[in-house]
Nanobody
Framework: QVQLVESGGGLVQAGGSLRLSCAAS????????MGWFRQAPGKEREFVAA????????YYSDSVKGRFTIVRDAAKNTVYLQMNSLKPEDTAVYYC????????????????WGQGTQVTVSS
């Protein structure tokens, strides 16, 4: 079992920045890949970014590439999503998720989920 606790959401103006945190605990955390997803009202859950704990394999969706960055702190078992140059269309509830070993871009592939944190970007 892996437990995920998110924090860091909030309200920001377009062009601003936020950093989301996802603290992981439980068994074999370092063997789990971490993904970030988001869901806007009336829309399906959308892949944002993902990485494996080990190695440099990181993947971003086209909509956030160049603006969002995953930062890992293995000592704290925490993954951060640094979000810069935020746009109103980034407004959504953001979730971190974990699955065994390798990441995918499909939310159905993830076994563990955080509670979600609201990000609102005003124009």
């Amino acid at each position: 079992q892996v437990q995920l606790v998110e924090s860091g959401g909030g309200l920001v103006q377009a062009g601003g920045s936020l950093r989301l945190s996802c603290a992981a605990s439980g068994r074999a955390v370092s063997r789990h890949a971490m993904g970030w997803f988001r869901q806007a009202p009336g829309k399906e859950r959308e892949f944002v970014a993902a990485n494996n704990w080990i190695g440099d394999n990181i993947y971003y969706s086209d909509s956030v590439k160049g603006r969002f960055t995953i930062v890992r702190d293995a000592a704290k078992n925490t993954v951060y999503l640094q979000m810069n140059s935020l746009k109103p269309e980034d407004t959504a509830v953001y979730y971190c998720a974990a699955r065994w070993e390798s990441f995918t871009t499909k939310f159905d592939d993830y076994d563990y989920w955080g509670q979600g944190t609201q990000v609102t970007v005003s124009s």
